[in-house]
């Protein structure tokens, strides 16, 4: 399992909510209170929107906690749009290919959870990408072939519907196959203007998911950054969370149920 956040909202540096905070992503890599895995030491990455309509992206296969590149990047980067992420590995290689968020021209993607039982569905669910997407594809997780499932479903056109299809054809399969193990699943997701947040299972052990809202601005993450439980709403399990700028800067939100 694995831990994340993003923010979406007035421009801020990276370095405050990575490192700064008592339970910054940093802590929690190195101990978690709310995964089933307490270390996440398989790896960390940094994606962020500038002026660029490409994403930057960095990613190591190393501790984030003792990565000086990570470190110097989050003292330097300001941002209104970014997503942080450290990773337990659920099986996949800890390689730098196999590290979170992963980008697709103006995309950004990372996801906490896994598929139960990847390997019998992996090669029915890799027959559903596009050509172009099957082609992208560089490292061996289910997190990186579920964004493509995501792309080749019409995430550019509506990303609710490609949600949708995609979550229906992973449990269409394991239905199929009579697969017992969960899927499980956080996905954050955006295209530099909106940001999209999605808390999934197929039992009731959804992975952990919560939001802190300000006045423009809105932080998503797997657990908080901090002990004010005031600060923290826990996103309802099954759920989908779109976030959109109004013309004024203010954050607009939107909850439903999923699927």
């Known amino acids: 399992m694995c831990r994340w956040l993003a923010y979406f909202g007035t421009p801020r540096i990276v370095e405050d909510l990575v490192y700064e905070r008592d339970r ?3 802590v929690q890599a190195l101990q978690s209170s709310e995964a089933k895995l307490g270390v996440h030491g398989d790896g960390g990455g940094l994606g962020w929107y500038s002026h660029q309509k490409e994403p930057g992206l960095y990613r190591n296969p190393g501790p984030a906690w003792s990565d000086p590149n990570l470190r110097e990047l989050a003292k330097h980067v300001t941002s209104h749009l970014f997503f942080a992420h450290v990773r337990a590995s659920t099986g996949a290689p800890s390689i730098y290919l196999n ?11 990372m996801h906490n959870g896994q598929i139960g039982n990847f390997p019998a569905v992996k090669r029915d669910l890799e027959k559903l990408l596009s050509d172009d997407c099957y082609n ?8 990186e072939l579920l964004f493509h499932l995501l792309i080749s479903n019409g995430m550019n ?36 203007e909106q940001f999209w947040a999605l808390r ?23 657990e908080p950054l901090d002990e004010d439980t005031n600060s923290w709403a826990e996103i309802p399990p099954n759920s989908l969370l779109h976030f959109s700028k109004t013309a004024s800067g203010e954050i607009e939100e939107e909850l439903e149920p999923f699927l």
């Open 24 to 26: 910054s992503l940093t």
């Open 99 to 109: 590290c979170h968020p992963f980008r697709h021209r103006n995309w950004l993607f």
């Open 136 to 143: 992208c594809i560089q490292g061996g997780t289910d997190s």
């Open 157 to 192: 056109e509506c990303p609710k519907k490609a949600l949708r299809k995609t979550v229906q054809q992973v449990e269409g399969l394991r239905s199929e196959k009579g697969i017992k193990e969960a899927f499980r699943a956080t996905f954050a997701i955006s295209n530099g």
């Open 200 to 222: 999934w299972s197929s039992d009731k052990k959804a992975p952990s998911l919560y939001q802190a809202k300000h006045t423009g601005s809105v932080i998503v993450v797997s």
